[in-house]
Every structure is written in structure tokens, then in C-alpha cells.
């Protein structure tokens, strides 16, 4: 221990020339500066193989009997995870990965780890969930753990650029409320100086009150849900893509959710094929147009295979789940009983026992819910009374409904659902970088 830390470097005036995927062939006889952490090393007789990954990808760093007395010093030093710098002089070369590796002419060792991980870089040795869980930071080190949150980072840059490109504005709604939105077992209490005060489930309410200034507004932020149970779906805190509209209904809000997946799907499939080779996906193509099934003929449906479902119920049994699993790909279920949707979801006027709220799955998972608002401040207090919940704790929200309220719609989306089905990931916490479940609160 007392030897490596001795061995260590100042970063001083080194700064990055190239990331490792800037390199190619044609930077053959360069003088290049790389930083990033060492993957792996194999020794090949007097020659030390080295793969440098840095947060773009790997290079392979050459070592030989040539290379300085310091280098090769400083290599017998080197274990995987060490951070290091590079100075040197890039040499195409067919055999290396991309066809260019680099011969070192200086290194600076900048860290050297205590410990070693209980996993390597590139998957061959893959411990529980759990324990990659617990280390976190250095599970995402591996390529093929960084490819998914890359493709993450496309995701959300996706739904950015098709909302901004429709005069949606970004928004930010409070995280600390005073009331429940989304019902109230599912709150996570909290102290608010000396008052009680809940986790926000949802933007829900605050971006209907935006709308009524901004008619187009959205929101990526965390939603806490105070969930019971330990499910490969559910999170304690996960990431929502919330969005509002004025003068639109929910038809226009399912169209406009079709397309934005669309657009992500296909935008995220083409900026990330190297992420997507990495985690073995062939990204998804999604040509036809997304089914669109009143909740009256899923129920008819199901009843006539003999599953086991009373009207209102959600979907989300064993059996019916299993059942929709067979529908394969995303599909809308809407026109919900109104007993079954939030009490801000607008009943139909000619049927005020159906509402015009919906759900998008992916096979039998919910990737997002949304509806046409109730607009009318008198429908809403009825509304919230008869969903059980106290219209006094919802006057701040109820008032403004006084001074007037557009026709409005919107959806929320789970970010993390919608990556898994686009990373093919059976487990929510694999494409979430720190999960919190009910056992889980850190790190
Ligand atoms: P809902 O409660 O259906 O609707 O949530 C919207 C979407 O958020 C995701 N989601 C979750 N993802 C992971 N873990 C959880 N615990 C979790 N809870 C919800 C799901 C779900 O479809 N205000 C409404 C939306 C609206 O009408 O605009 C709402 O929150 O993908």
C-alpha cells in the first residue's frame, strides 16, 4: 500500500488530447495525452498489452522492451482500476481494436486502488445484482454497464429536442408537498420544519397550473412512490417524463406520446449502435401504428378467456399480465371506469361513468398513464370527495381553478420503464444509476 501511494502522480499540467475514440488509423505517428482507467493488462513475454477505457471507450496501450525505463517501471506498479495518464505517440496497427494503438512515451499514475472489485471489466465474472448494486459507482466503470446509460442520456436528449421543437417549455415543479396527489397510501412522509409534508408523487397538479400560463409545458424529475412491495418494476424513486397541454384532449396526448416514443426509439437506436452492439440489443424498430383498445373490450376479452377480472380492476394481476404479455409491443388501453383513474382525470360527458384517462403498455408493463384534465374547479371538488380526498387540502390547487383553466391533457411517462424495454433490461434497477427500493437506500 505504502509503495503504491509512493508511486503515485501529480496530474500537473497534462490535460486530455484526444479521447480514446477520437483515435483511428489516421492519427498514425500523433502525439497524443489520454486519461482513463486501466481495464485490463496482459503481459505477452517482455510486452505489456494495457486497455485504457476512458468515458468514450477503450485503446490499447503498448508496452515493449523499447518503451522508457520510468514506463516500464511504473507498469509493474499497475493493476486494473488504476487511473492513469498517457503521453505518447498513437501507431496504426490492423490488430488493435479500431486499428490504432499507442506507445507510451510517459504514464502518470494518478490513483491505484486498495481493493479490487469483485467483478472484471468486461462481464466474464458477474456477481449478484445486489452486490454490483452496492458499489455502484464502480459497476458503471464496465462498458457494458456505461453503454446503458449512455443510451439513457440519448433518450432524454431525444424527448428534449421533440418537445422543445413543438414549443413545449421545460419546467420545475416542487419536490416537497403539502398534499397527495396520486392517492395517499403511497406518500412518503416527511418533516417539513415542524409540519408534516409528503415527497412530490408527481408534477401532476403543479403542471395543470402551468398550462393555464405556458399551454405546453414538461418536466424530467423524480417521482418518490412509497411502494410496498420489492417488484423488477418499481422503484421508491424513479425518473418521470410529465406532460401537459392546453386546448388538446386525450387523443391528441396519445398521438403525441406515440410519436415522441417513435422518435426516441429510433433517434437513440441510430446515435448509440456501438452501446447497443455492447449490451447485445439489436435496437427496436416500431413501424406499425400503436393498438388502441377501450378498457370495456381488453375487459370483454379477458372475461371470455376465463381471467378472473371485476370492472375497475387495473391490469395488473399475474394472470392478466401474463395475458397481456402475449399483445407483444406498445399498445394504449383508454376510456378507464372513472372509479379506476385519479380524481383529475375528466369523466366523458355522455358517459360520466367512463373517463377519458389511459395507459400505454409494453406488453404487461405500464410505461405511462395520462388523460384529458378535469377543467371545471366545481368537477374537481366533487371529483376529489368522491376519490375519498379532503377538497380543504387541495385549496391552493382548487383556487386557482377559480380564476379560469383551459381544456388541458397530458401523460406521465416512467423514464426507467421505457428504458427497459428499449435496453431490454428485465430488472428496473439496471438502468437506474443509484435505485432506491424499499430495501435499498443507499448508496
Ligand atoms: P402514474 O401513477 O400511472 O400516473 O405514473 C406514471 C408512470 O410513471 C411510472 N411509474 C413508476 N415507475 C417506476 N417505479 C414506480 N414506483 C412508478 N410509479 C409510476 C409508470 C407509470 O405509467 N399523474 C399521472 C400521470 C398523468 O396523468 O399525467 C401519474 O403519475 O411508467
Not at 149 to 174: H, M, Q, W, Y
Not at 369 to 381: A, K, M, N, P, Y
Amino acid at each position: 500500500m505504502e509503495a503504491a501511494k509512493s508511486a503515485l502522480d501529480e496530474l500537473g499540467d497534462w490535460r486530455r488530447t484526444h479521447y480514446s475514440t477520437d483515435l483511428s488509423p489516421r492519427n498514425d505517428g500523433e502525439e497524443v495525452v489520454l486519461f482513463g482507467i486501466v481495464a485490463s493488462i496482459r503481459r505477452q513475454g517482455a510486452i505489456n498489452f494495457l486497455i485504457l477505457s476512458d468515458c468514450k471507450g477503450l485503446i490499447q496501450i503498448v508496452i515493449d522492451s523499447k518503451t522508457s525505463q520510468d514506463v516500464v517501471r511504473k507498469m509493474g506498479v499497475l493493476k486494473r482500476h488504476s487511473y492513469i495518464g498517457v503521453k505518447g505517440r498513437a501507431r496504426a496497427m490492423e490488430k488493435a481494436p479500431r486499428g490504432v494503438e499507442v506507445v507510451p512515451t510517459e504514464l502518470k499514475i494518478l490513483s491505484i486502488p486498495s481493493k479490487d472489485p469483485p467483478f472484471d471489466m468486461f462481464g466474464r465474472i458477474v456477481p449478484s445484482l445486489e452486490k454490483r448494486l452496492d458499489i455502484r459507482a464502480v459497476d458503471m466503470r464496465r462498458p457494458h454497464v456505461k453503454a446503458i446509460f449512455k443510451i439513457r442520456d440519448s433518450v432524454i436528449r431525444g424527448i428534449r429536442a421533440f418537445l422543445c421543437e413543438r414549443g413545449f417549455i421545460e419546467v420545475n415543479t416542487p419536490k416537497l408537498i403539502s398534499s397527495a396527489t396520486e392517492g395517499g397510501a403511497a406518500l412518503f412522509p416527511i418533516l417539513y420544519y415542524d409540519k408534516e409534508a409528503f415527497l412530490a408523487q408527481s408534477p401532476q397538479l403543479y403542471k395543470e397550473q402551468l398550462v393555464s400560463s405556458f399551454e405546453r409545458v414538461y418536466e424530467i424529475g423524480p417521482i418518490f412512490r412509497a411502494e410496498k412491495f420489492s417488484t423488477d418494476r418499481h422503484l421508491s424513486e424513479s425518473i418521470s417524463v410529465d406532460v401537459e397541454m392546453a386546448y388538446v384532449d386525450y387523443n391528441d396526448v396519445m398521438d403525441l406520446l406515440e410519436e415522441l416514443i417513435k422518435y426516441v426509439v429510433k433517434r437513440s437506436g441510430e446515435e448509440c449502435e456501438d452501446e447497443f452492439r455492447l449490451i447485445g440489443v439489436e435496437p427496436m424498430r416500431l413501424d406499425g401504428a400503436f393498438g388502441r383498445f377501450s378498457y370495456g373490450e381488453v375487459f370483454e376479452e379477458l372475461r371470455a378467456k376465463g381471467v378472473p377480472i371485476s370492472w375497475g380492476d387495473d391490469l395488473s394481476s399475474a394472470q392478466i399480465r401474463s395475458e397481456l404479455e402475449g399483445m407483444g409491443g406498445f399498445f394504449f388501453v383508454k376510456d378507464w371506469p372513472t372509479k379506476s383513474k385519479a380524481f383529475y382525470i375528466k369523466p366523458k360527458r355522455d358517459d360520466p361513468k367512463i373517463c377519458e384517462g389511459f395507459d400505454l403498455f409494453f406488453g404487461s408493463m405500464e410505461i405511462a398513464s395520462g388523460g384529458t384534465r378535469v377543467d371545471s374547479g366545481e368537477l374537481l371538488r366533487s371529483r376529489l370527495i368522491e376519490s375519498g380526498l379532503n377538497p380543504a387540502s387541495f385549496r391552493y390547487h382548487l383556487e386557482i381553478f377559480e380564476y379560469g383553466m383551459p381544456p388541458h391533457a397530458g401523460f406521465g411517462m416512467g423514464l426507467e420503464r421505457l428504458l427497459m424495454v428499449i435496453t431490454k433490461r428485465e430488472n428496473i434497477r439496471e438502468v437506474a444509476f443509484f435505485p432506491r427500493d424499499p430495501s435499498r437506500l443507499i448508496p
